[in-house]
């Protein structure tokens, strides 16, 4: 009976790719039939790690080699059972700031990638455009709120901050996507009407298969009463 009840959703006509803004926004966090996000989102996570890593590396190796300088020089007056025990204190001392120092940049990092390219992409899904003005929006709605704790002037600064950075890293990620061939919108929506197409000519097609099944059962049906009238004329 379940199989029955879900029958007709099977064989419903598929729905056509999203026309509006706000359904393109939709299907960007939903998961397909292979429970896996679109390759927008999954290109934000990635990159809002990537960020954290290379945050952590920028913030890191700069606080772990001043800490190590700065062990060694207030050092020089104690005592350590042998050589390798000074190292690796020095190397403790320096791998202490690398975590902490380190952190702080990688979530901040992290943070602002993440926040700029959902921005970003949000704005591309929904003009259903890649357009270097989404980058630009996307750059400075980021940079104002990580500096509008400042008041004004910390908002206009960090708005022209997002402005200079936004537009030459869309301009490259512009650049990149059209040496592969269509940007990445444009590759979503050949996907989008191709899988449609293909749901359609499935659908036709399980449709006339259908209507056959059906015809004959018809036909099967009157054959079957012409003869149950025929054999009670005979008696």
């Given amino acids: 009976m379940a199989e029955g009840i879900g029958a007709p959703s099977h064989f419903g006509r598929p729905a056509p790719p999203p026309q509006t803004g706000w359904e393109r926004l939709r299907e960007l966090w939903q998961r397909d039939d292979r429970q896996q996000f679109p390759e927008e989102t999954v290109n934000i996570i990635k990159s809002a790690f990537s960020g954290g890593v290379i945050g952590w590396v920028y913030g890191g190796l700069p606080a ?9 020089a ?34 901040r990092v992290a943070a602002f990638v993440a926040i700029f390219n959902t921005v970003s992409t949000g704005l591309s899904v929904y003009r259903n455009k890649t357009t270097i003005s989404n980058f630009a929006a996307a750059g400075a709605f980021t940079g104002a709120l990580f500096r509008m704790h400042l008041g004004l002037h910390g908002l206009a600064g960090g708005s022209v901050f997002g ?14 996507q059209k040496l592969a061939g269509e940007t ?20 036709q097609s399980r449709l006339g298969v259908t209507e056959v099944l059906g015809q004959k059962e018809s036909s099967a049906q009157g054959g079957s009463q012409r003869e149950i009238a025929r054999e009670s004329r005979s008696c």
């Fill in 184 to 203: 990445l919108q444009e590759k979503r929506n050949r996907e989008r009407r191709e899988l449609y197409e293909q749901e359609l000519a499935e659908w």
């Fill in 64 to 72: 772990f080699r001043h800490a190590r300088k700065e062990f060694i």
């Fill in 163 to 176: 402005i200079v950075f936004g537009i030459p890293a869309g301009g490259l990620l512009m650049v990149m």
């Fill in 74 to 107: 207030r050092s020089h007056g104690e005592l350590f059972q042998n050589r390798a025990d000074a190292v690796q204190s020095a190397h403790r001392a320096g791998l202490r700031s690398f975590i902490r120092y380190g952190w702080r940049w990688s979530w």
